[in-house]
């Protein structure tokens, strides 16, 4: 079931990131910071946190993973194991600093900018660490 809403979840968190990204380049566009903005980046940023829980629990209790000796050698482990783990923690904590740092700015339009910043960064590592389904030696699947 973990497994499910951890891959299910994926197309919410990427669609609210992107929504996030759009609604800060708009704003660069325009110079205004709207409250929904900030919503939108904070449940873009709370979700993104909630699949990084999500993976850390079926790192430990998924079949997909083991950490015996040679699992480096394993594409499937060391995906697993290593590279998805590290590319969506590293994402979730870009986004929280970007996040954080737009927070204190006075600057809508400098707020806008971090936001685009930060956020597309966070995504494009988002993408490289997702187990996509063309990637078949990962065994990854569309849902």
């Known amino acids: 079931m973990l497994v499910h809403a ?3 979840l994926r ?4 669609a609210l990131l992107v929504f996030a990204i759009v609604k800060a380049f708009a704003g660069i566009r325009s110079g205004k910071y709207e409250k929904s903005n900030k919503m939108v980046n904070l449940f873009a ?12 629990i079926l790192t430990f209790s998924s079949g ?3 950490y015996a000796e040679g ?3 394993n594409p499937q482990y060391r995906f697993f194991g290593l590279e998805h ?3 969506m923690v590293l994402a979730a904590v870009l986004l929280t600093i970007g996040r954080k740092k737009a927070e204190k700015l006075e600057d809508l339009s400098k707020r806008n900018k971090t936001i685009a910043i930060w956020y597309t960064i966070a995504l494009v590592l988002i993408l490289a660490g997702i187990p996509w389904p063309f990637r078949e030696i ?3 699947k569309w849902f």
């Not at 979700?47 to 829980?53: A, D, E, G, N, S």
């Open 6 to 8: 951890h891959s299910g």
């Open 11 to 14: 197309w919410l968190a990427l």
């Open 45 to 56: 940023m709370v979700l993104l946190h909630i699949q990084v829980t999500l993976g850390t």
């Open 64 to 66: 997909k993973m083991s």
């Open 71 to 73: 699992w480096m050698k």
């Open 85 to 87: 783990i590290l590319l």
């Open 138 to 140: 990962l065994g990854a």
